[in-house]
């Protein structure tokens, strides 16, 4: 019933015990001694690591693969891969230019690194299945797709360029519903739109921007009948309603918020909500300690939709 307990949380149900999600990442490449950049462009790798991980964590739940920039480089831009890490986009094909006019297509499931997260999820789906487990899809959001896309400047265009900026978080949005379609087809269990910078922009401006151009790949989600989650990062108290406005079963935080503040939101809308085991301060440094910093959250956040995870 692992897998059920974490659907069920992140569509705001009430659960025994809250289940367990680790987002492993390119960690699950470091857990087979293997280097990340190799991890990430081997299906059998890719299969091995995230099995691994499961079993050896005991995980209710586990991303197929936590790569922002699996989208931006289908559709072209150029990423920099490294040992110990996922990769990074290095050139931005619509920084004076609509996608349109740079002549960006939606990625068929031959573009990019989709052929092998195609051929991984099909040999781990059934290992996960034996120790029922979650598989999840991990998309790349609409604003975090759009600065790869046009880099760090669309930030001043959401406010300065609005007709160029809606240009670009439209096609984002396009891409990103391609994902969730590719995602669905793996037999993912949850789909999650991530999008780590939408924290860094006024409740207005995501209401105008990010929601909407989310709405694509959630409806793709809800229409093959498997649950939506939202990830976002940073201290995202500002637009934490807007958060819960996005029309997805659940949502996610990081290490920044209070849970209790968290907690109490996702009530208010009848949202599952993830974290907040603190990244930094307690599992890589250990200036505090992990044990106590578990039972911190799960004391705050409780058994009802609440999914216990990193922050």
Known sequence: MAKQMLI???RGKKTEIPPWLPYAGVHCAALIDQPADTFLKDAELLAQGVANAAELYHADGIPLVFDLSVEAESVGCEATYWEDNVPSIMAHPCVD????????????????RWPTIFEAAKKVKPRLETLDCAMLGLLCGPLTLASHLAGPQIFTALLRRKEYAHAVLAFAGEV??????????MGCDIIAVVDPVASQIRPQTFAEFVTPN????????????????FFICG???????????VPTHGFAIDEQMNLSYVRDTAHKYGKG???????????MLGMISPREDALISLAAGGTQGYIFAPG
Do not use: W
């Open 273 to 283: 909500f993830g974290g907040n085991l603190k990244l930094t301060t307690s599992l």
């Open 235 to 245: 201290n995202c108290s500002k637009v934490l309603e807007e958060v819960c406005k």
């Open 97 to 112: 230019q609509t996608p349109a006019d740079a002549g960006l297509k939606i990625p068929s499931a031959a573009d990019g």
């Open 176 to 185: 990103a519903a391609q994902a969730a379609r590719f995602y669905a087809e």
């Open 214 to 229: 989310c709405r694509p790949a959630i409806d793709i989600i809800h229409q093959a009948g498997l649950t939506s989650t």
């Open 8 to 10: 069920d949380a992140t």
